[in-house]
Each structure stands twice: as C-alpha cells, then as structure tokens.
C-alpha cells in the first residue's frame, strides 16, 4: 500500500506572520541552502495548486527561466483556483472546475506525489480550515515588515501544530515543517 498523499503549502513568512509580496524581501536571504529546500519541496510533488493571482504572477515569471527550479515549476501540473480565469495559457495548467478543497480531497486520493501549495494565502487558509491541509513548510525570514497580509489574521480560529523538522540557514532563515496535530 502506498503512502496518502499530502497537501504541503510552502511559505515565505516574517517573524511576524507577514507573507505578501515576498518578491520585495525574500531575495537578500536566496542562497544554495534555500534554493535545496525549494527545490526539495518541488521534487516531493508532481501536482502545484495554485490561486489566480498567485498563478498569474508565476505564469508571468517562471515560462521564461531555465534551470533546474524552472524546469521542475515550468514541468509539473499546475491547478488554478479561479472562478475568472477561463484559458491559463502555461504548461501543464488547468483551471479548477468548482469546489477547490472538494478536488484537493479528491486529488490526495489518487496515487502520486505531494500536492504543493506556494503563496496562495486564501487557499492555505481554506485547506486549513477544511482540514485538508497536511503539511505547513514556512521559510521565516529574520526582517521585520511593518506592514503586509498575515498568513493568519485577526480572528483565525486555534489550530495546534506539531513540529516536525527545522533548520537554520546561515542567513538566519528558519526552515520549519509544522503538521496538524
């Protein structure tokens, strides 16, 4: 028998829970340490779930890119939660036809890899809820942002987590699993 599937959402994350727009602060913190546990985090998976406007700005960047992290983005199947999206227009890209956390149920069914998540906030935030969500990967980076959507707002309800791996980067990243426990 083989092992379910998960759902893993990946996150760039401030010590203060700010996850927007981690293109403007992420970057001074890239380094090969980084770049492993990304690039780990996709050879887990062979499906990427995706909101539009997390898509689009994929969609925007990574067709034009080559390398390994391209390739392995650019390659595997990527779902788009969008009730506006009608064409994605990108490799491997579907639109999510109705209920997005029915089909993350439905797609930790069937046999393969993990199925990623990277940004797509609101999405986290409705697996979570709904209890789909398996796997929590945050990338907390040391900068403080005084300003920027949280990945958990005022008024999340509690939801306990185990600890199930951490590193420590030599830029002072904190590379931490978290499972619902």
Do not use: C
């Not at 770049?35 to 689009?56: F, I, K, L, P, S």
């Not at 990945?151 to 619902?180: E, K």
């Amino acid at each position: 028998m083989t092992a379910a599937r998960k759902a893993v959402a990946g996150l760039f994350v401030s010590p203060g829970g700010v996850v927007e727009a981690p293109e403007a602060w992420h970057f001074p913190y890239m380094n090969d340490e980084m770049g492993a546990a990304v690039g780990q985090m996709h050879a887990e998976a062979d499906t990427m779930v995706m909101g539009r406007v997390t898509y689009e700005a994929f969609a925007g960047v990574w067709p034009q890119r080559t390398g390994p992290m391209a390739d392995a983005i650019n390659g595997i199947r990527k779902l788009v939660a969008s009730t506006t999206l009608q064409e994605p227009g990108w490799n491997n890209a579907t639109v999510i036809d109705g209920d997005v956390i029915a089909a993350v149920k439905d797609l930790k069914q069937q046999p393969g890899r993990n199925i990623n998540l990277s940004g797509s906030i609101g999405l986290t935030r409705a697996l979570l809820e709904a209890g789909q969500l398996d796997e929590l990967r945050l990338l907390v980076h040391p900068i403080v942002l005084g300003a920027g959507q949280r990945l958990f707002p005022d008024g999340t309800r509690q939801v306990p987590f185990a600890l199930v791996r951490s590193a420590t980067f030599s830029t002072g990243v904190l590379d931490l699993t978290y499972q619902p426990g």
